[in-house]
């Protein structure tokens, strides 16, 4: 009897240990379903125009690669305390858009390109707790829904209908945030992200830390739950795939900025901007390919 008493406590025991076991590792993010994504070339990154961010755009055939910096950012925007833009993207209809930030005030600026060349601006309100930085912006594919990021350490996403592209979008009205990417383990100042389908998202990391997933500048991967729809939250599954290159003939610290998937060419782009001096020198946009 006494033997049969302490088997049977084993087994519960094992069988505590193993539940314990599964709980750590349900809350750390897997990579065995996520993309490998190899290193395959660079391209100097202009510290002016193309330190920001980078987007390809399908519309009109043979648009060139955009970027962004401060030297894009046009006198008549930066004028009105338009200061600062982030990562761009575009819809593959062909509307290209640019977020900004001011120092001042309450709102964040969409400046939207339609496929004829115009521009037009979507101005938000900030709501209640939302912070002020406008990092990047990033269309979903079926065009209707822009998703945004904030700075800092954060466990959401912002959907936004895609101003321009979503016929309840208007330049004379309040671009409104209409849901949440709720997501499941926190981040640390995204620069950038991009769809790569219609439930993934791959994201630049500044994170200078390295304590949210054993690694500083990573970058990550973001699977939704179903695709953005503007009416419901959808929860978000974060995995770091790995370290972004970090590398020049200068020391000091590097800074993680904007991000591009082409489904065309199916690469990955990635803009990180050297330190110190170096920044005039060998800031590179890095590519990507998976496999």
């Known amino acids: 009897m006494p033997l049969r008493t302490r088997r049977r406590r084993t087994a519960t025991s094992a069988a505590l240990v193993a539940l314990a076991v599964l709980a750590v590792l349900s809350d750390t993010p897997a990579a065995s379903a996520a993309d490998t994504w190899t290193e395959v070339g660079s391209d100097r990154a202009d510290p002016l125009t193309e330190s920001q961010g980078l987007a390809s755009v399908e519309v009109p055939a043979g648009s060139a690669n955009r970027y962004t910096g401060i030297g894009t950012i046009p006198l008549g925007v930066s004028s009105r305390g338009w200061n600062h833009v982030g990562d761009p993207d575009a819809s593959y209809d062909g509307h290209y858009i640019e977020p900004y930030q001011r120092d001042d005030g309450a709102a964040k600026m969409f400046r939207v390109q339609a496929p004829d060349g115009t521009w037009s601006e979507y101005t938000h309100a900030l709501g209640s707790g939302e912070a002020l930085n406008n990092s990047w912006v990033a269309v979903s594919p079926d065009g209707q829904w822009m998703l945004a990021g904030e700075y800092g350490t954060m466990n959401r996403l912002l959907v936004f ?131």
Do not use: M, W
């Open 161 to 291: 209908p895609t101003p321009g592209v979503n016929p309840s979008t208007s330049p004379s009205a309040n671009l409104p945030q209409v849901s949440t990417v709720r997501l499941g383990h926190a981040v640390r100042d995204v620069q950038g992200c991009d769809f790569s389908g219609p439930t993934t998202l791959l994201c630049s990391s500044d994170d200078p830390d390295g304590t949210l997933f054993g690694v500083t500048k990573p970058l990550l991967q973001i699977d939704l739950s179903a695709p953005p729809n503007g009416t419901s939250d959808v929860s978000g599954q974060v995995t770091a795939l790995r370290q972004l290159p970090l590398r020049s003939a200068c020391s000091g610290t590097f800074e993680a900025e904007g991000i591009d998937y082409d489904r065309r060419t199916g690469t990955l782009r990635v803009i990180v901007v050297s330190p110190g001096f170096c920044v005039l020198t060998d800031s590179k946009t890095y590519r990507f390919t998976r496999g």
